[in-house]
């Protein structure tokens, strides 16, 4: 299980920035940690000093956070064809089924998709499927 950090980006933003003004105005580094500590009760130095050498900008954050957890085994481009195959079927008249969709994804896309997520894709793009 990923490590849950306690304080949002926002906040730690808000503690680099007080900390970085304080040390401009020449305050001293332990007044500028109370400052920072203001904004972040029961922070440690350490983290403190830690968040002045991260990146805290939203960009930064959401580039972390679009890259963490589990990659994707299904891309858009191959969600995509899989619908437009199970529209094809619709529109033959032909009952559409997980097992033919997961096939399909197997043969043509080289994807060893799981039923169950082919009927949770079919779900997603408002698709009822038939169990053949």
């Not at 972040?40 to 963490?68: C, G, M």
Request: charged share 25%; proline share 5%; hydrophobic share 35%.
């Amino acid at each position: 299980m990923p490590k849950q950090h306690g304080y949002s980006p926002k906040i730690r933003r808000a503690a680099v920035i007080a900390y970085r003004q304080d040390i401009r105005s020449g305050l001293g580094s332990q007044h500028a940690l109370k400052s920072a500590r203001k904004l972040a009760p029961n922070v440690v130095d350490r983290t403190i000093f830690n968040w002045l050498r991260q990146d805290n900008s939203d960009e930064a954050t959401a580039s972390r956070k679009s890259r963490s957890g589990r990659p994707r085994k299904c891309t858009a481009r191959d969600e995509y064809l899989i619908i437009g195959h199970a529209i094809r079927l619709r529109e033959s008249f032909l009952p559409i089924g997980r097992d033919d969709l997961t096939q399909f994804a197997r043969s043509y896309l080289g994807l060893d998709l799981s039923p169950q997520y082919v009927g949770k894709l079919l779900q997603k793009y408002g698709f009822s499927y038939q169990i053949v």
